[in-house]
C-alpha cells in the first residue's frame, strides 16, 4: 500500500465511502457513492476498485433484491482507510439514532395491533406533527403504510411489492411505496384524514430528498425486509 497513490481524487471518493458505512454500518454499493459525489456510476465504480488494489477496500457481493440468483459488487472500509479518516469525537453515532427509531417504531406498531386502519392512521398522524427528526418521521410513516397493507388484499399487497422492486435506486423505491401504499390507504378513510395523509406524504416526500444516501439505504433496506414479511 502506498500513501503517494492515494490521489486527493482518490480520498474524496474514500472518504464519502467511509462516510456513508459509518452512517449505516452497511455495505456501501458503488451507485450510492456516485449519487453522493454527483459522478456516473461507472467512474465511482472505477475509482473504487482502484482504492480495492490498494488496500482501503473490500469487495462483497450483495444479492440483489427482486432478481434472484443476481449478485452486486459493494464495498465495506479496511482498517487502513479507517486510519486516515478517524471519526472525530462527540459525531453523531447514527447506527445508534437508528436503533432507537427502529424500536419506536415497533413499539408504536405494537401499540395499534387491533385498530382499524383508519384509527391507526389518526393516531400516527397526530404523533408524526410532533416529530422533529426527518429520518424518525420517515421511519414511522413507512411503518404505518406496511402495517396496513396487511389489512389490504394479497393482489393489491403483490402490486405494490412489483411496483417497489421494479423501481431503480433506494429514493424511488420509497417514494413509489409510499406513493403507491398511501393511494391503497386513503381509499377506506374519510375525506379529512384522507387530505391530512396526502399532506404527510408530501413531508416525507421533502424530507426523503434530504436524507443523505446512507439514510436513504437504510430506510430501503428496512423497507424490503418490511415488504418480505408481507409475503
Known amino acids: 500500500m502506498s500513501a503517494s497513490a492515494l490521489t486527493e481524487r482518490r480520498k474524496q471518493f474514500l472518504e464519502k465511502l467511509l462516510d456513508l458505512y459509518r ?3 452497511l455495505p456501501v454499493h ?3 457513492v456516485a449519487r453522493a459525489i454527483g459522478v456516473s456510476k461507472w467512474t465511482a465504480y472505477d475509482m473504487l476498485t482502484q482504492l480495492e488494489r490498494l488496500g482501503y477496500l473490500r469487495r462483497e457481493y450483495a444479492v440483489h433484491r427482486g432478481e434472484a440468483g443476481r449478485s452486486v459488487v459493494v464495498f465495506t472500509p479496511t482498517p487502513a482507510a479507517e486510519g486516515l479518516f478517524p471519526r472525530a469525537q462527540g459525531s453523531a453515532a447514527a447506527p445508534v439514532e437508528w436503533e432507537a427509531v427502529k424500536a419506536q417504531v415497533s413499539e408504536l406498531l405494537h401499540r395499534f395491533r ?3 386502519p383508519g384509527e391507526a392512521t389518526r393516531r400516527l398522524l397526530e404523533h408524526l406533527a410532533g416529530l422533529k427528526s426527518r429520518l424518525a418521521f420517515c421511519t414511522q410513516l413507512l411503518g404505518l403504510l406496511v402495517f396496513c397493507l396487511r389489512d389490504l388484499e394479497d393482489r393489491a399487497v403483490q402490486q405494490v411489492r412489483q411496483l417497489v422492486r421494479s423501481a431503480p435506486g433506494a429514493e424511488m ?4 411505496f409510499v406513493g403507491a401504499a398511501a ?3 386513503a ?3 374519510g375525506q379529512s ?3 391530512d395523509l396526502a399532506e404527510v406524504v408530501g413531508r416525507f416526500l421533502g424530507y426523503l430528498r434530504d436524507l443523505d ?10 423497507l424490503e425486509t418490511a415488504l418480505g414479511e408481507l409475503a
Open 187 to 189: 381509499q377506506g378513510l
Open 173 to 176: 423505491r420509497l417514494t413509489v
Open 213 to 222: 444516501p446512507g439514510e436513504q439505504e437504510m430506510l430501503d433496506r428496512l
Open 114 to 116: 387491533g385498530l382499524h
Open 30 to 32: 458503488y451507485e450510492t
Open 183 to 185: 393511494g391503497s390507504l
Open 193 to 195: 384524514l384522507s387530505r
Open 23 to 25: 452512517r449505516t454500518h
